[in-house]
């Protein structure tokens, strides 16, 4: 069969049909079941990852609507943010803010809504050809007014909690996206970097030749230092070095000195508390002068907790406007803030050879050093290889930097978060205390305003003297707006048109603030936001039906990001968790384990993939290759082997009933051993598939999927064979019946994993539903479940692999039939139906059973009868494969034609019946020339010549 073309005809029948609209409007005698799709944003190509996602998103959604669920899923797009802004500004060539807003406000978000659904066909189309069931005619839109209202709500119920403050805190900053970022965000940024660390020499005021050394990895800050930090129950020392005293941490002497040194005084950290020192830098102080900062005591020793002897020289640089201790340290002293860095991370005017240069340019770096060494201020410099946080967008290095952002007080929910995160079930379960318990262990407060353009704007509104309004909904924001015409019935909420709004209250007049919200929180409130809630649907929300999620899943990073949001706002809105199941998945790879990257050549197109091999063998392969949270590596062949070796075999199985099927009955009463296993066995696989899915255990039960196929291939039906074909009718009947249902239930089962197959597979067998994703997920037939009958044919199948390892070693082909093998079992006895499998798999006349060890001992003498029944067995294994070959059916009977030698001519006279029956022939020829159709081979040294013409 050709899968990926079956897929397109599947696909066309579920069009024709609505098939998924019929899914969402059957009848749901469970209730309901609540699913959220995490929003993809469509300015960017869907990956081969995102396959990854919406295969494991989608098959517990299928496995619960076939258990009698309904399972709305509401598509959905993150439309604003850093990601769409950046690509914008690449379009324009735009470097910074200020191009932004020379362009216009109005027309820059103009293009970003536009942007957003460059890929949507792309992303629609794959959606479609993977099968993911979700509903893309009525998506959740974030851009979308309604959607901002509700999260205008979800701020005003913070606000009113006096969880929303403002503060001018160090706060993680990109400086070419000028804009803060939130420890979620940074967290997705990092990387392994060299950077150029300095030990600088600070002379101590008014002593000729004494330093104090102090390191820093971020030299670009040495110009904002205004104070020297050591630990007050360190122990410290001066030591000499040529004409200089250089005071370190003892602790330090070893790592930061070379060979031996002389101490020459030894103090703890106290006694050094309070010393001047001269700046590295005069921009500062000059720049201050006449200031009110300027009045301040900069430039002398303090004490602080954070300092340790772990690395550098025991005494901390302190820049209070580009570090979050320094800062908080200078709060608590009384030091100077000033900025010499402007929001673009450029020095300002005033610092001499530094002005206006990028701070995080290596070359600034250099001639800092540069600049220390000339003035004999250098101490040391060296490489240093550290993970340093990026912007997870641009890529640029993120600077700790002093300013006013919005906050909201999550440090505080902390013991709360951990609560709801306990009642969570997590797959795969150690993230729940590992990465997940350990990041809200650690929680921070949320850095939640943005100074950008594109996004949810921040509805707080400012008075001149201070005061400060929060707006909940666009009705509110129309009573208390000046100029009412401005909030209409097309009210558009973005910037720059919320920005024009004026409110009035108790005669005052506010402006709102200039900033966004974090991106993150857009998509974090889902759950109320893609309902209008509270405005509409309210009741469905806080009724249990739509809220919370009984399942999600996205890849790992999430823990950062969506998963932690989601669980942020819920918490925020004094609610129970978003959501009770998580499917947690690691990152997609190349076949080598290799992140997958243009530059490296590797990306791997998810659309070509499904074209080649289908969307169901891309599906199989996610679900099976390893658990769900450890990174996948994506191989080809690996794949390629696993469509042969699953589906293959599966359609090989469902052509052989088809072959077989017609005047099937059913039966109810299974007689026959190997229909009393295979229907014990398929009922135990839906009780265990049940249990594993109603668990989230997606892998274990996929792979159990495919062992039944192998079961039922190449021990059923291998061994069912000759009943199918025999004169039995009744045994017939059973066989193909118990076929039939075990294909049937298996249709079922795989539905939710392989969609296409499955319902191609539930069509081939008659099923009686449009579709096999409208038909209700299989019900156990615990009657039939019997571990007799399992347990015996797993002995029963393990001698058969003993006798045939005996017979490889031996030499004797299994084609060649011996006179006896002895069994050997521990306890109780084997009774004949086992004994008859075994005799017809391995190819013997008799089984003998004797009590002692599992073992098993084949009779390898051959008698003259036993190579002429083996060379018989022979002819009929080629005759047939000839029959196949020429491309002949069941109905079609032939005359069959045999030559060789004298020994080869009795055998067949011999066994003539059995030849006859076995080959579906009528006659049997043994003179003349060989028929059209013929084939020659040699068994038992004998050659041997077989053929046959159709009888019409």
């Not at 191009?99 to 216009?104: D, H, N």
């Not at 969880?163 to 965000?185: A, I, M, N, Q």
């Not at 792979?703 to 039906?717: A, K, N, P, Q």
Request: net charge negative; glycine share 8%; charged share 30%.
């Amino acid at each position: 069969m050709n899968f990926p073309e079956n897929e397109k005809e599947v696909l066309n029948y579920w069009d024709e049909k609505n098939i998924f609209k019929k899914t969402l409007e059957k009848p749901a005698p469970q209730g309901s079941f609540v699913f959220y799709e995490g929003p993809p944003t469509a300015n960017g190509k869907p990956g081969i990852h995102h396959a990854e996602s919406r295969a494991f998103k989608d098959c517990i959604p299928r496995f619960k609507t076939m258990q009698g669920y309904n399972v709305v899923r509401k598509a959905g797009w993150d439309t604003h943010g850093l990601p769409v802004e950046i690509e914008v500004e690449k379009q324009l060539g735009f470097t910074g803010k200020a191009e932004i807003e020379e362009y216009g406000i109005d027309k820059f978000n103009a293009r970003c809504k536009e942007s957003v659904w460059t890929y949507k066909g792309d992303w629609e189309a794959f959606t479609k050809r993977l099968g993911y069931w979700v509903d893309l005619d009525d998506p959740y839109i974030t851009y979308k007014p309604e959607y901002i209202e509700s999260l205008w709500w979800v701020v005003k119920q913070v606000w009113e909690k006096g969880l929303l403050y403002k503060d001018y805190r160090v706060t993680p900053h990109c400086p070419r996206c000028g804009t803060s970022l939130s420890s979620h965000e940074l967290s997705q940024g990092y990387k392994d970097v060299k950077d150029l660390s300095v030990t600088a020499k600070f002379k101590l005021v008014g002593i000729d030749n004494e330093y104090v050394l102090a390191w820093t990895t971020t030299p670009w800050t040495l110009p904002g230092n205004v104070g020297l930090a050591v630990g007050k129950e360190l122990d410290y020392v001066k030591i000499k070095q040529g004409d200089d005293l250089l005071w370190l941490a003892k602790g330090r002497l070893s790592d930061v000195m070379e060979g031996d040194v002389e101490i020459v005084e030894e103090v703890k950290g106290e006694a050094l508390v309070g010393k001047e020192y001269e700046p590295l830098y005069p921009f500062m102080q000059e720049l201050m002068e006449g200031t009110e900062e300027g009045e301040k005591k900069a430039w002398y020793i303090m004490p602080a907790d954070f300092v340790t002897t772990e690395d550098g020289t025991g005494v901390v640089h302190t820049a209070v406007m580009y570090g979050a201790d320094d800062f908080t340290l200078g709060n608590e002293v009384g030091l100077p803030k000033f900025h010499l860095v402007k929001l673009d991370g450029t020095y300002i005017d005033g610092t001499a050879f530094l002005a206006g240069r990028f701070v995080a340019d290596e070359q600034v770096a250099i001639d800092i050093i540069k600049d220390l060494a000339h003035r004999g201020l250098l101490f040391a410099k060296a490489k240093y290889e550290h993970s340093y946080p990026h912007c997870w967008r641009c890529k640029t290095k993120v600077i700790y930097y002093a300013k006013d952002s919005w906050y909201i007080r999550m440090s505080e929910l902390r013991d709360e978060l951990l609560r709801q995160n306990a009642t969570i079930h997590w797959e795969p379960s150690h993230i729940q205390d590992g990465r997940f318990g350990e990041w809200l262990r650690e929680v921070k407060d949320w850095a939640f305003s943005r100074e950008r353009y594109w996004g949810t704007p921040l509805p707080i509104w400012e008075s001149e003297d201070g005061d400060r309004l929060c707006v909940g909904s666009f009705d509110e924001l129309r009573e208390l707006a000046k100029d009412k015409t401005l909030v209409g019935e097309t009210f558009d909420p973005h910037r720059p048109f919320v920005d024009d709004v004026v409110l009035v209250k108790d005669g005052k007049e506010f402006k709102r603030v200039p900033d966004v919200c974090d991106v993150w929180f857009d998509s974090g409130s889902m759950p109320y936001a893609q309902w209008h809630y509270p405005f509409e649907n309210k009741e469905l929300v806080d009724s249990g039906e739509l809220y919370p999620a009984d399942y999600i899943s996205e890849a790992i990073d999430q823990t950062r990001g969506w998963f932690y949001t989601l669980l942020a706002v819920s918490t925020l809105l004094g609610r129970k968790s978003a959501y009770k199941n998580v499917i947690c998945l690691g990152h997609v790879l190349d076949a080598e384990g290799k992140k997958m990257s243009k530059s490296l050549g590797n990306i791997v197109e998810p659309m070509e993939m499904m074209e080649k091999h289908g969307a169901d063998a891309v599906r199989w392969y996610m679900y099976t290759i390893n658990q769900p949270g450890e990174s996948k590596r994506f191989d080809e062949k690996m794949l390629s082997d696993m469509v042969r070796q699953n589906f293959g075999i599966l359609m090989n199985v469902a052509s052989f009933y088809e072959m077989f099927a017609e005047g099937e009955v059913a039966t109810t009463e299974p007689t026959h051993v190997l229909d009393r296993w295979i229907l014990a066995r398929l009922n135990k696989l839906v009780t265990e598939t049940t249990e594993r899915l109603e668990g989230y255990v997606i892998t274990e039960t996929v792979r159990e999927l495919g062992e039944f196929i192998t079961d039922l291939s190449t021990w059923y039906v291998r061994r069912s064979r000759d009943r199918v074909k025999g004169e039995d009718v009744q045994d017939r009947m059973a066989a193909i019946a118990t076929l039939r249902e075990c294909l049937h239930v298996f249709s079922r089962l795989m539905a939710p994993f392989a969609p296409f197959l499955a319902e191609t597979l539930y069509k081939k067998v008659g099923g009686t539903e449009e579709s096999v994703h409208l038909d209700t997920w299989p019900n156990v037939n615990q009657s039939l479940i019997d571990e007799e009958v399992l347990t015996r044919m797993d002995e029963t199948r393990a001698i058969v692999t003993k006798v045939l390892e005996r017979r490889v070693e031996a030499g004797v082909p299994v084609k060649q039939v011996l006179s006896s093998v002895t069994i050997c079992i521990p306890s109780g006895t084997f009774a004949e139906e086992y004994q008859a499998l075994v005799r017809a798999e391995v190819n013997v006349k008799d089984v003998i059973v004797k009590k002692g060890e599992m073992g098993a001992d084949l009779d390898l003498t051959l008698t003259p009868e036993l190579i002429r029944e083996g060379t018989v067995r022979e002819m009929i294994r080629n005759v047939n494969a000839l029959r196949k070959n020429v491309g002949l059916t069941i109905e079609d009977k032939i005359e069959l034609y045999v030559s060789g030698p004298e020994e080869v001519m009795k055998a067949a006279l011999d066994y003539q019946e059995t030849l006859l029956h076995s080959t579906l022939a009528d006659l049997l020829r043994t003179d003349g020339e060989p028929p059209e159709h013929h084939a020659s081979f040699t068994v038992n040294e004998f050659e041997i010549t077989i053929g046959f013409v159709t009888i019409k």
